[in-house]
């Protein structure tokens, strides 16, 4: 809770710096607060019913929200896209938490089934994205299960994101390979890419504070010139570098390593806290390359994940079978 009291205040720090609109990131941070403490409360009273019914309400979510419902541009991971796709990575890793903490195998085939139908929701949605950051939360679900220790996965998660982080940026400064470069950049699109570049050339504006946060918008003619106006860089860590400098990053980068070593240190199943962090990452894979975190029940919905599988049952821990 005070890294995010931290996230909180620095966002109030840079905006009265730079007369910046914080209201986003006071939102996002107050929702992931929100969803971890209603996680942690309803997975110490139902491991099993809370995940499975948080899985099926985020496909609820996903699938009949106007707002998160896919368009024509549903194959990548910006915007609404993103939030969709991010939506589905969670509800994966609810289902699968879910079956690990059930008791018996015909309850946990079932919720597995439940995991596999809701990757296959992004196929039928449009959402390739989605699609495949549920088919890889699934599997590293079933592969957790012969992880004998946590920490090695963990370590591999972190740098797994670290690796989708890098090379977003890698592609917006231009350092990587002249044929891999192009074909990531036509991968996400000229526009998508051309917004990256903006959002790096104006965090060295001001490495330390940032230009404010919520005025990416107002400073980027790429941005302003879009239609409809785009208001985002739809990368997360380069959005907090424009706008929140590189203390901005490192506190977007220390709530991510905070979420991971509270799954470690949880006394869950190894199983469990691992497809937790599976899903995590896939969340911060596609923020890292869309505005999925723009979206409030995304980011209440990695706090309730992470609330989930880190809560205590009062039954014991008989209940992880």
């Known amino acids: 809770m005070i890294l995010l009291g931290g996230c909180a205040a620095w966002s109030l720090i840079t905006a009265a710096a730079h007369d910046g609109r914080p209201e986003g990131v006071l939102l996002a941070v107050l929702a992931v607060a929100a969803g971890w403490a209603a996680g942690r409360v309803s997975g110490a009273l139902f491991p099993v019913a809370a995940p ?5 309400g985020a496909v609820g979510l996903a699938v009949l929200s106007p707002g998160l419902s ?7 991971p910006a915007g609404h896209a993103g939030a969709t796709a991010a939506l589905l990575a ?4 609810a289902a699968c938490c879910a079956a690990w903490a059930a008791r018996g195998p015909a309850a946990r085939l079932a919720l597995r089934l439940l995991a596999a139908g809701i990757a296959l929701t992004g ?3 449009g959402s390739v994205t989605g699609c495949a950051a549920g088919a890889a939360v699934l599997l590293c679900s079933l592969a957790a299960g012969a992880m004998p220790h946590r920490g090695l996965g963990m370590a591999g998660l972190a740098l797994a994101a670290a690796l989708a982080a890098g090379t ?4 917006a400064a231009g350092a990587l390979p002249h044929g891999l470069g192009e074909a990531l950049a036509g991968r996400f699109g000229p526009h998508r890419v051309e917004l990256w570049r903006e959002a790096l050339r104006l965090s060295g504006r001001d490495g330390g504070l940032g230009v404010g946060p919520g005025r ?6 790429t941005a302003a010139g879009a ?25 977007l980068a220390a709530a991510y390593g905070w979420a991971l070593h509270a799954l470690w240190r949880a006394p869950r199943s190894t199983p469990l806290v691992l497809t937790a962090g599976a899903a995590l990452t896939a969340l911060a894979a596609i923020a890292s390359a ?15 994940l992470a609330g989930w599988a880190t809560a205590r049952p009062w039954a014991g821990e008989g209940v992880e079978g």
């Open 123 to 125: 196929a039928a949605l």
């Open 227 to 251: 239609v409809p106006p785009d208001g985002t860089p739809h990368s997360a860590p380069l959005q907090q570098a424009a706008e929140q400098g590189v203390v901005g990053v490192l506190l």
């Open 90 to 93: 969670l509800a994966t890793g």
């Open 70 to 76: 896919p368009g024509p541009t549903a194959a990548g």
């Open 216 to 221: 990416f918008g107002e400073l980027s003619g």
């Open 290 to 304: 869309g505005n999925a975190l723009s979206f409030a029940p995304v980011t209440a919905g990695a706090g309730l």
């Open 168 to 171: 977003v940026w890698a592609l």
């Open 52 to 56: 499975c019914a948080g899985a099926v």
